[in-house]
């Protein structure tokens, strides 16, 4: 949450960093803001998406070759003009942008109050900044040792960024918890929160690891070193990232966009993993692991949101092919409920950013209990891959729409890889059962263009006949038990459409109180396993008046014969029917909130990745 850039080079810096917020915005957009040393430090913020920034900036100066900007979602100090970043110090001479929070913070303000200081915000950043300079002017230290000298009496999380007015030649970042990357160009340094602002400017880009802090001086080498003082050397990698991803590519939003690339996203997922002629699933990543996998007595998925969903579908993957027992928690949870943790368990981690906080603590804390960690993760040099003792990362691509979509498919897609590994290799399942199912998920991608094709004209008729519902019931069995909780969560983020999710035999425990003629009921109904008691839990619906509809396999008549709106997806073998089912429901849920008129890329109250408890 929040995200940060900054830059320093010989080229205009607003530009440079007013498209990185655009590319960060996903992190948050309750306000931005962006300061600038030109002789002065002109620092402009302002409440609302970085378009209001831009507006309110338009003929002031914003020249300069070395600036700080960020994007913000609130935590501490509501959404306003005095609460954005970046802020200044005591006497406005030092500038802060920040990610993460500083705990200790009204202790530190406290202190700093009964020495003069007087502050413009309720915010945690403020007071960090107060406490940089104090520390500068009191030890009379330079502005990077200043940073040091304060990180060590902070307790909490951050990413930051720092510049003074009486040197523009200097940027100083430090991290951790929150992530931040610095790319080095051709006489230039940039810093953000990911490298999606980097990109185009340089490929050649250092991970910061927590409590590590860098100085960045025109024309020199980085300089990196820990906060206790520690000389480090660089470690530099190159980004592989395609700049057309970052784009909408035409379409009307990055979610459409990205719901559409789901053929090509589950591909790479399984580029060079399934091999289909060989009949085998390599996931190099975990090899190491692979055994620990294999005699595990137990494996808990941790994940939160549309994650934690991927790791139900794993739960019944992993049960149904290699027979180990599997529970699946919000991380939330996990980390805070004295949890019994054995060495023998083995914990995936599922997480699309690889920085929610509650999934990052949870691993930390099964990691000292001694599980063995594996993590499935997109974004590459992410928090969660560098703590876990190894993974597959999922390949999705950069997922930009805040809601979860491409991102979910993939998961599931590792998962049911990782399953059919672990089975084949403990014997849980035949060949021919094995050979059958890897050319079945080889299948997939090309099922889902088709999914696409048929399905997109009828979701957004269904959805034109349901977008003034005011709540919404999804309802599954099995397999697609977590296909409706991701349904019912896709629609409630982007259309603030009050929805649920229920394993549809539990409908009748409660639920179905609710139901009356105008209650939409999305019902995931593939001729597949429970189908004869999905089809009594649709009558049940029936008979209550409520209005069905219904994801069937191609060629149903017996559900379309009750059922108000069917639509219909191929017929797939059933663990790997989440994988088609979902798409029409992420279609649904887009088409509603477009026609609410909502902002389906940055839906209200959101951010992206969710670095605070
Ligand atoms: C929903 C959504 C969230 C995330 C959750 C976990 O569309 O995106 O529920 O799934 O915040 O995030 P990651 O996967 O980044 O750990």
Same mark, same amino acid.
């Given at each position: 949450?929040?995200?940060?850039?900054?830059?320093?080079?010989?080229?205009?810096a607003y530009?440079?960093l007013?498209?990185?917020?655009?590319?960060?915005?996903?992190?948050?957009?309750?306000?931005?803001g962006i300061a600038i040393i030109n002789g002065n430090l002109n620092l402009y913020k302002?409440?609302?998406?970085?378009?209001?920034l831009?507006?309110f900036v338009?003929g002031k100066d914003v020249s300069g070759?070395i600036g700080i900007a960020?994007?913000?979602?609130?935590?501490?100090?509501?959404?306003?003009?005095?609460?954005?970043?970046p802020?200044f110090?005591?006497?406005k001479?030092?500038s802060?942008?920040?990610?993460?929070?500083?705990? $200790?913070?009204?202790?530190?303000?406290?202190?700093?109050?009964?020495?003069?200081?007087?502050? $413009?915000?309720?915010?945690?950043?403020?007071?960090?900044? /107060?406490?940089?300079?104090?520390?500068?002017?009191?030890? $009379?230290?330079?502005?990077?040792?200043?940073?040091?000298?304060?990180?060590?009496?902070?307790?909490?999380?951050?990413?930051? =960024?720092?510049i003074?007015k009486?040197?523009n030649?200097?940027?100083?970042?430090?991290? @951790?918890?929150?992530?931040?990357?610095?790319?080095?160009?051709?006489?230039?340094?940039?810093? *953000?929160?990911?490298?999606?602002?980097?990109?185009?400017?340089?490929?050649?880009?250092?991970?910061?690891?927590?409590?590590?802090?860098?100085?960045?001086?025109?024309?020199?080498?980085?300089?990196?070193?820990?906060?206790?003082?520690?000389?480090?050397?660089?470690?530099?990698?190159?980004?592989?990232?395609?700049?057309?991803?970052?784009?909408?590519?035409?379409?009307?939003?990055?979610?459409?966009?990205?719901?559409?690339?789901?053929?090509?996203?589950?591909?790479?997922?399984?580029?060079?993993?399934?091999?289909?002629?060989? +009949?085998?699933?390599?996931? +190099?990543?975990?090899?190491?692991?692979?055994?620990?996998?294999?005699?595990?007595?137990?494996?808990?998925?941790?994940?939160?949101?549309?994650?934690?969903?991927?790791?139900?579908?794993?739960?019944?993957?992993?049960?149904?092919?290699?027979?180990?027992?599997?529970? #699946?928690?919000?991380?939330?949870?996990?980390?805070?409920?004295?949890?019994?943790?054995?060495?023998?368990?083995?914990?995936?981690?599922?997480?699309?950013?690889?920085?929610?906080?509650?999934?990052?603590?949870?691993?930390?804390?099964?990691?000292?209990?001694?599980?063995?960690?594996?993590?499935?993760?997109?974004? !590459?040099?992410?928090?969660?891959?560098?703590?876990?003792? *190894?993974?597959?990362?999922?390949?999705?691509?950069?997922?930009?729409? !805040?809601?979860?979509?491409?991102?979910?498919?993939?998961?599931?897609?590792?998962?049911?890889?990782?399953?059919?590994?672990?089975?084949?290799?403990?014997?849980?399942?035949?060949?021919?059962?094995?050979?059958?199912?890897?050319?079945?998920?080889?299948?997939?991608?090309?099922?889902?263009?088709?999914?696409? &094709? %048929?399905?997109?004209?009828?979701?957004?008729?269904?959805?034109?006949?349901? @977008?003034?519902?005011? $709540?919404?019931?999804?309802?599954?069995?099995?397999?697609?038990?977590?296909?409706?909780?991701?349904?019912?969560? &896709?629609?409630?983020?982007?259309?603030?459409? /009050?929805?649920?999710?229920?394993?549809?035999?539990?409908? &009748?425990? +409660?639920?179905?109180?609710?139901?009356?003629?105008?209650?939409?009921?999305? =019902?995931?109904?593939?001729? &597949?396993?429970?189908?004869?008691?999905?089809?009594?839990?649709?009558?049940?619906?029936?008979?209550?008046?409520?209005?069905?509809?219904?994801?069937?396999? @191609?060629?149903? %008549?017996? #559900?379309?014969?009750?059922?108000?709106?069917?639509?219909?997806?191929?017929?797939?073998?059933?663990?790997?029917?989440?994988?088609?089912?979902?798409?029409?429901?992420?279609?649904?849920?887009?088409?509603?909130?477009?026609?609410?008129?909502?902002?389906?890329?940055?839906?209200?109250?959101?951010?992206?990745?969710?670095?605070?408890?």
């Amino acid at each position: 949450m929040c995200g940060i850039v900054a830059y320093l080079g010989d080229k205009q810096a607003y530009p440079i960093l007013i498209k990185g917020l655009h590319r960060l915005e996903y992190r948050g957009y309750d306000s931005s803001g962006i300061a600038i040393i030109n002789g002065n430090l002109n620092l402009y913020k302002r409440k609302g998406k970085v378009e209001e920034l831009e507006k309110f900036v338009k003929g002031k100066d914003v020249s300069g070759t070395i600036g700080i900007a960020h994007t913000r979602w609130a935590t501490h100090g509501e959404p306003n003009d005095e609460n954005a970043h970046p802020h200044f110090s005591q006497n406005k001479e030092l500038s802060i942008i920040h990610n993460g929070i500083i705990e $200790n913070y009204n202790s530190l303000k406290e202190e700093l109050i009964t020495r003069g200081h007087v502050f $413009n915000s309720d915010t945690d950043t403020e007071v960090l900044i /107060h406490l940089i300079e104090d520390v500068q002017e009191n030890e $009379n230290l330079d502005l990077a040792e200043s940073v040091r000298v304060a990180l060590n009496q902070v307790v909490g999380a951050y990413a930051i =960024v720092v510049i003074s007015k009486n040197d523009n030649n200097t940027l100083i970042a430090a991290k @951790k918890g929150s992530p931040l990357v610095i790319g080095s160009g051709d006489g230039e340094f940039l810093i *953000a929160s990911d490298a999606t602002p980097i990109v185009e400017y340089t490929r050649k880009v250092v991970y910061l690891e927590d409590e590590e802090m860098a100085i960045l001086e025109r024309g020199k080498e980085i300089v990196l070193k820990s906060i206790s003082n520690i000389k480090h050397t660089p470690y530099f990698q190159e980004l592989t990232m395609n700049l057309d991803v970052l784009e909408k590519g035409g379409y009307e939003h990055f979610m459409l966009k990205e719901i559409f690339e789901q053929p090509h996203s589950i591909r790479e997922s399984m580029r060079g993993r399934l091999r289909l002629g060989q +009949g085998i699933i390599s996931l +190099g990543g975990i090899t190491e692991y692979k055994q620990k996998l294999m005699n595990a007595k137990r494996i808990i998925m941790i994940a939160c949101g549309t994650s934690w969903h991927a790791g139900l579908v794993g739960e019944y993957l992993f049960e149904e092919l290699t027979r180990i027992p599997v529970e #699946v928690e919000y991380a939330s949870e996990f980390r805070y409920r004295k949890p019994v943790i054995n060495e023998d368990d083995v914990v995936i981690a599922i997480s699309q950013s690889g920085e929610t906080a509650d999934t990052l603590a949870a691993i930390k804390m099964a990691k000292e209990k001694g599980a063995t960690i594996l993590g499935i993760c997109n974004v !590459v040099g992410s928090s969660i891959p560098r703590e876990t003792h *190894a993974g597959s990362y999922t390949h999705a691509g950069p997922e930009i729409g !805040v809601a979860s979509t491409k991102a979910f498919t993939s998961q599931v897609t590792l998962l049911t890889m990782m399953a059919l590994m672990i089975a084949h290799d403990k014997g849980t399942i035949t060949n021919s059962r094995h050979q059958q199912i890897i050319n079945a998920l080889n299948d997939i991608p090309e099922q889902i263009e088709d999914v696409l &094709k %048929t399905t997109d004209a009828i979701t957004k008729d269904i959805a034109a006949k349901f @977008k003034d519902s005011r $709540n919404f019931l999804y309802l599954g069995r099995g397999y697609n038990f977590p296909v409706a909780l991701e349904g019912a969560l &896709k629609l409630k983020e982007i259309s603030y459409i /009050h929805a649920e999710g229920y394993p549809a035999a539990e409908m &009748k425990h +409660g639920p179905i109180a609710l139901i009356d003629e105008e209650m939409p009921v999305v =019902v995931i109904a593939p001729k &597949k396993g429970n189908y004869d008691k999905v089809v009594s839990n649709i009558q049940e619906v029936k008979a209550r008046k409520g209005k069905i509809i219904a994801l069937v396999s @191609k060629g149903d %008549t017996e #559900v379309r014969a009750v059922a108000d709106y069917v639509i219909e997806i191929p017929d797939v073998e059933e663990m790997l029917v989440p994988l088609v089912a979902t798409i029409p429901l992420q279609l649904l849920s887009y088409y509603i909130a477009v026609m609410r008129n909502c902002n389906v890329d940055q839906p209200r109250n959101l951010a992206k990745s969710v670095t605070v408890e």
